[in-house]
């Protein structure tokens, strides 16, 4: 059993230890050494100890995490969530995770907190008989430990272990029930207190949670050739829902070819979201025009509960082309033809490198274009228009050391019709390795109807410069605007690595710290962008897919 220090998450979590003594969470920490040691042993202890304080620094903000969702701190946890790299899904030394201490304590709305930034279920226990075996054996130890800390009864521990400390608060060097030390007893016998009680809780939250009813019917949507997605309703927008009323903390979808399920062709199990908007689940790898029949349940610790067949009943996986005479665009020679299309224009925007002389200017210019790139970056954006690049790898996306993503002004105006130039630009997005080569074309025409493309060209090149990558990615299908006016056109592109982006005054964050607020008319662009960012991910992952497919 390890000991966590004090000190550190004082200092920076005094206020959320407020309400519970400056302590550490029970179900993390445990009870002080006996203080009759021999001298060897406490020095083992000390060696221990400070490597366990090394351990701690680094967790510290996961300590305090359980010890906000331990004791039913909504706001403190999301904060915590908001402003911190800690793992939603991180486990504490008894083997669960917050979901999971969240949903034993039936906290419903902190369970959902939890959800929200992708929380799910340890995975330590096999099922739930397996949990409730061990919260009873954690539990039956700590009572253990605490009779041998006070020398009371079990059934007495607590009425005589109030005594003791209140005794030992008024008096220094009083003894407990079986003598020693009061004031080290004293510790001991709070923290076992508190452990016992916090675990008889959880105990008797496992006993009254029940598996979840049947959810909502389900809906269906062919999404391609080989994959349907499910969509599963969150019964909180349905009805108004019981106290009583199970949490809901995953689901599992299976498919099948038969409407009686006989043969599961299929299954997946997925967290819940905890949103309003519910739940989606992918169904890839079915096979084309065969007729696929689904069915849902939804579960928490305690199981799985009944399936709900969707609607519709089935569904026949299928493309356009299964419907359409239309061959493939890549036949007939086409995608050759373009691919020496685009050979032909890059060879004549070519140019001559430049003499020798000039380039240690331009060494020069490129160094300080590096320092000053990060300045570039807007935050508050004011009425106009404005360019921005969501890079993501895995579960992490770029953003800026003000936590915002990088945003690059293209201009204070905009044409009254933007998305003719909008829909030039999705163009420009297939091949921005030739962004400036194109504005040096462009620039040679004095033409009005081409400076807000000038501009937009403009604000590309910056962008590439100060992430120092060339493929800025795809285009996002809509202009983000807010209701005074500004708007932001969003390029989303996923990196291999995150060694491959190097630019300065960033890194990389975890997207579930993104958090999916409700929108509403008064939101400002800023918040609206980083809102969707979540949607413009799972878009841009689908795009890829059907581009694949098509």
């Known amino acids: 059993l390890f000991i966590y220090p004090v000190s550190p998450l004082e200092l920076q979590y005094g206020a959320l230890l407020e309400g519970c003594g400056g302590e550490l969470p029970s179900l993390s920490a445990c009870a002080p050494h006996p203080p009759h040691l021999d001298k060897a042993t406490r020095r083992q202890q000390k060696d221990a100890r400070a490597q366990q304080d090394k351990i701690a620094q680094v967790n510290i903000h996961l300590h305090a995490l359980f010890a906000a969702v331990e004791h039913g701190y909504l706001d403190k946890a999301r904060n915590i969530l908001e ?51 061990h919260l009873r054996r954690l539990a039956r130890e700590a009572e253990s430990k605490l009779h041998e800390v006070t020398g009371c009864a079990p059934e007495r521990t607590c009425r005589e272990d109030a005594c003791t400390r209140s005794s030992a608060a008024n008096q220094a060097g009083t003894t407990g029930c079986a003598g020693g030390t009061g004031s080290e007893k004293d510790k001991q016998a709070q923290h076992w207190e508190r452990r016992v009680r916090t ?32 969509r599963l309703k969150d019964t909180r927008a349905m009805q108004p829902i019981p106290k009583d009323q199970p949490i809901i903390t995953k689901y599992k979808v299976e498919w099948s070819s038969r409407a009686d399920f006989s043969n599961v062709c299929g299954c997946r199990e997925v967290a819940a979201s905890g949103t309003n908007s519910g739940t989606r689940v992918l169904a890839a790898g079915l096979t084309r025009g065969r007729r696929y029949f689904f069915r849902a349940a939804a579960g928490n610790i305690k199981g799985w509960g009944t399936y709900t067949v969707s609607v519709p009943r089935s569904v026949v996986p299928s493309s356009w082309r299964d419907v359409s005479a239309r061959g493939c665009r890549g036949s007939g020679g086409a995608a050759a033809a373009l691919e020496a299309l685009t050979a032909a224009a890059a060879s004549a925007r070519a140019r001559p490198l430049a003499p020798h002389a000039r380039l240690p200017r331009k060494k020069t210019a490129t160094i300080r274009q590096l320092f000053t790139a990060a300045s570039k970056f807007q935050k508050n954006l004011r009425r106009g228009v404005y360019l921005a690049c969501i890079l993501y790898h895995e579960d992490k996306v770029l953003v800026t050391s003000e936590e915002f ?24 997005s297939c091949s921005w390795d030739d962004v400036k080569a194109l504005r040096s074309d462009m620039e040679k025409h004095t033409s009005s109807s081409i400076h807000f493309r000038l501009k937009l060209l403009t604000a590309a090149a910056q962008m590439q410069s100060a992430l120092c990558i060339q493929d800025l990615g795809q285009l996002y299908h809509k202009p ?70 098509i």
Not at 202 to 224: F, K, M, N, S, Y
């Open 480 to 549: 983000l605007r807010d209701s005074h006016g500004t708007i932001v056109l969003s390029c989303v592109n996923s990196v291999k690595s995150v060694k491959s982006v190097s630019a300065l005054n960033s890194r990389w964050a975890a997207v579930s710290r993104l958090r999916r607020r409700v929108l509403s008319e008064d939101n400002t662009i800023g918040e609206l962008l980083m809102a969707s960012v979540h949607e413009q991910i799972a878009y841009h992952q689908v795009r890829k897919s059907s581009t694949k497919e």
């Open 199 to 230: 675990l008889k809780r959880l105990v008797a939250g496992w006993q009254q949670t029940r598996v979840p009813p049947a959810p909502p019917a389900p809906e269906l949507e062919v999404c391609g050739a080989h994959a349907v997605t499910v």
């Open 405 to 428: 993503l990088p945003v690059i002004e293209v201009d204070e105006t905009y044409p009254t019709c933007i998305y003719n130039d909008f829909h030039w630009l999705m163009k420009v």
């Open 83 to 133: 402003s911190t790299d800690v793992d939603v899904n991180s486990l504490n030394a008894d083997g669960l995770s917050p979901l999971d201490v969240a949903v034993l304590a039936t906290n419903r709305q902190l369970a959902k907190m939890l959800m929200e930034f992708g929380a799910k279920e340890g995975t330590q226990f096999k099922n739930s008989d397996s949990l409730g075996t």
